[in-house]
């Protein structure tokens, strides 16, 4: 009996039909399975997740441009909306700046007589790395964004991610060689020690929680805290993670045991962010 | 002529690949900054439209394997659970493919409601996993927003897709 020949179409017909028949479930398990393990770190999708980004950054940055300029026409039509009301809310606001900016000199000359007497050692200031904006992400599922600068920059993950307007917007999750990806304070991800300041000059210690809308919620105050709108929220460095002190937002709304902080890093948009590399070790004090 | 012949085929394939095109060039807008926080909350999920009216009316030209990899490129630029909109968008693909006979040669209307339906199922699957995921409750009114914004957008994104249908495939 003579064998048959083996043709390319004989070995791969049965694969191609398997295929055929169970590719469309295998998709679907893998996508579930990716997220399942994504979900607990896995390492390896980490890396792939780090990799494709790394590989389309350029692509990103050339698609960032063009959003730049619908994003200032935005602002532009925005701004155009109430003209008068923008201005006399401006003059308010300048007249009580004013005020603030004749305290801040005398506190200055007052702090710096005291630093003198006290012969205080400033902690070192952080190196910071400029970089822009190059995806954001604000809907109901994820709030993050990857900006321009990476590994070879000198960005690594934990490094903190302040808004042009000098408040936290959120904390560098991952890093790649040219990208690195930040969290906002309003992902649903992102816990941040913070403390409340109230005006009255109590303060109380809590965790600002995102839950992937405009308005993080303050989770574990203190039992019979007294906060009230309008309250500061800065970071309190409990944990070691981010320095102790950078302005996070403002309390907006208390409904019931819930209170609810406004951030105020315009956190989304073309902006610049700037990332912060706080070395620990040579800050006195600081336990990392 | 063979070259006539090859440049045919040529044309023939990069016509083919229009749709897998739209539907991965339709995830952009859902990842640019761009600026005000309320355009990023509202961004509708063009590319569940493409992928909708695609498997509709031309299911030969859009692979599942290419929505599924469309899908995973968009979780991991967007920093979504990486396999939600791969697995939302192969849902999509796989329910519209065998509902077709149901949809096809019917008025407007009746192929926006179906497109509703089938937004609002996924919509309301994606919003479950990304709970499930982080074991807490992710506020409901923004994904309610982005769903209503992606039905209202399906006539005018359609019509732009039926546009390059006729155009640009034949």
Request: with cysteine; net charge positive; hydrophobic share 50%.
């Amino acid at each position: 009996m003579a064998l048959r020949p083996v043709t390319f179409t004989r070995v791969v017909q049965p694969v191609r039909s398997l295929w055929q028949r169970f590719s469309v479930a295998s998709m679907g398990v893998a996508a579930f399975a990716l997220m399942l393990l994504g979900n607990a770190d896995n390492v390896i999708v980490e890396r792939m997740r780090v990799g494709v980004t790394d590989i389309l950054t350029p692509v990103l940055l050339v698609t960032a441009k063009p959003a730049a300029m619908v994003s200032s026409g935005v602002e532009w039509l925005t701004r155009l909306h109430d003209l008068q009301g923008q201005v006399d809310h401006l003059r308010e606001e300048n007249r009580i700046l004013r005020q603030w900016w004749h305290r801040a000199v005398t506190l200055e000359q007052e702090n710096e007589t005291l630093r003198r007497l006290s012969r205080f050692v400033p902690p070192p200031s952080p190196a910071s790395i400029s970089a822009r904006a190059i995806t954001a992400t604000g809907g109901p599922f994820v709030r993050s964004m990857l900006v321009s600068a990476g590994r070879s920059h000198g960005v690594e993950p934990g490094q903190v991610a302040m808004s042009g307007d000098g408040a936290l917007s959120g904390v560098v999750v991952a890093a790649g060689v040219r990208h690195a990806r930040v969290l906002l304070v309003t992902d649903l991800n992102s816990q941040i020690p913070v403390t409340v300041h109230g005006t009255d000059g109590t303060s109380y210690p809590g965790i600002l929680s995102g839950d992937n809308s405009r308005t993080p919620v303050m989770r574990f105050l203190p039992h019979g805290a007294h906060v009230s709108t309008g309250d500061r929220v800065v970071t309190s460095g409990l944990g070691g993670v981010l320095p102790a002190g950078l302005p996070v937002g403002q309390v907006t709304s208390i409904t019931g045991s819930e209170v609810r902080v406004r951030p105020l890093a315009h956190w989304s948009g073309p902006d610049h962010v700037r990332l912060l590399r706080y070395d620990f070790q040579k800050v006195p004090g600081v336990v990392p | 002529m063979r070259l006539f012949l090859l440049a045919l085929q040529l044309d023939q394939a990069a016509r083919a690949t229009v749709p897998t095109v739209t539907v991965g060039l339709l995830i952009l807008p859902g990842l640019l900054p761009l600026g005000a926080p309320w355009l990023s909350e509202t961004m509708p999920h063009f590319a569940m439209i493409a992928v909708f009216y695609w498997t509709l009316y031309r299911p030969d030209l859009l692979p599942p394997a290419a929505v599924f990899l469309i899908g995973l490129l968009f979780d991991i630029l967007a920093g979504h659970p990486t396999g939600l909109a791969a697995l939302t968008l192969l849902a999509v693909h796989v329910v519209v493919q065998n509902q077709r006979q149901a949809f096809l040669l019917r008025s407007f209307p009746i192929v926006w409601g179906g497109f509703a339906l089938i937004a609002a199922a996924a919509f309301l699957g994606m919003w479950l996993m990304t709970c499930l995921l982080a074991l807490r409750l992710v506020m409901a009114p923004a994904a309610v927003l982005q769903f209503g914004a992606t039905v209202l957008c399906f006539p005018v994104l359609a019509w732009g897709l039926v546009r390059v249908h006729r155009q640009v495939i034949r």
